[in-house]
């Protein structure tokens, strides 16, 4: 026979079958289910979320029975008194037969889950290896506390639980409304930023179709230059021949010969030095034309330079605004955090007050964001307007 402690379930308590721990010298463990340890009557695991991995641990050290909270974030309590902090390890605090015992403390979940997440709440009984029943705790002792007391605080935790549920639906319900009307004024900014975005993309887009037809035609009169050069040596070339023909046969032709031969040279002479004169003529204006293209490029250069510089400062100006509305939805999101963390610690001294004025904190910086989407509503228009007239005035160039 071996000493043992048997655990009954409380009203209160996340539902349990009733345990019966065998203690020698090894010791207890009290841990949440996992595929590893299921719920047994004979171990101390629980199909209970409040719980930790490691809870705490039953041991029995010289006929005295004993209870350690092994750091748990939800605390082990001795008829209604914690062990420790959470996070931290408890000393070995001696347990009596018809203490209570409560691993954990109920909090409140979605409501997919019933609303409240259950601890587990039993009162022990301890006998001796030889059956006879360990004794209650004296009245002197400090964690001692009365049945009706421990019940009592028990409502009294319930009520408390009842208050958090109604200002938590209070506050869900007015949050979800504001946060759908913030979530729909981001998409549509962000649409507006999109349709900009495309503007922006088709803009430049024509502005270098128009670079790519003046670099044609530039290229055209460099051509056309390199046209002229060479038919100017051909004429030179021409000329030469003509002079080397005329001495090679002129003592071979007759006076009258030589003057008609002379006569035709002279016309094919004269048509070459008009076609020079006329190619001259035509390289001087499309030389002209391409000093005045040579100056529109430039000064399309530069507005296409201060264009790019315009993008950019928009680009980074919407960029900042979105980033600054996405840090007010994270800061948002953050007094949401920071409220239910609030809740859990006052969870045994509520005070309503305090809750109210969390709940109009965030009203009124709901209230900020909305005015800030829309004076950056108002940024966004002033900026429609104002690529509007760059486009009109590229297209009044362009023409």
Sequence with gaps: MTA???LSSEPGSAKFS????????????VSRSSTEDKPETDNAVFDC?????????????DEKFYLRDNGSSNGTFINNFRLSQAGKKSEETEIYSQDTIRFGFQFETDKTDGGIAKCIISRIQIYFADGTEFPERAVSDKFFRCKEDVCGQEKSNHHQEDIIDQLVDIETHNYGKENEILKETVANL?????TKQNENINLLEKIANISNDELHRVS?????????????????????ELAVKL???????????????????????????EEICFIREKSKVEGETMKIKDKEISKLSIYLADLEDYKMKVSEEESDTHIQMKKEITELTNLVQKDKELKEVK????KSNKENETVHKIQIEMKRVLNQIAEDEETILKKDQTIIELVNNIKDEHD
């Design 4 to 6: 043992k402690i048997t």
């Design 18 to 29: 009733d345990r019966v721990l065998l203690l020698d010298q090894n010791r207890v463990r």
């Design 49 to 61: 979320r409040v719980l930790s991995k490691s809870q705490a641990v039953f041991s029995l050290v």
């Design 190 to 194: 962000e649409k507006k930023l999109k």
């Design 220 to 240: 055209e009169m460099y051509h056309l230059k390199e046209a002229i050069e060479c038919q100017k040596l051909k004429s030179i070339k021409l000329e030469d």
């Design 247 to 273: 001495k090679e046969h002129i003592g071979n032709l007759n006076a009258k010969d030589l003057q008609n031969e002379l006569e035709e040279t002279r016309k094919a002479l004269k048509s070459t030095t």
């Design 347 to 350: 969870y045994v001294n509520l």
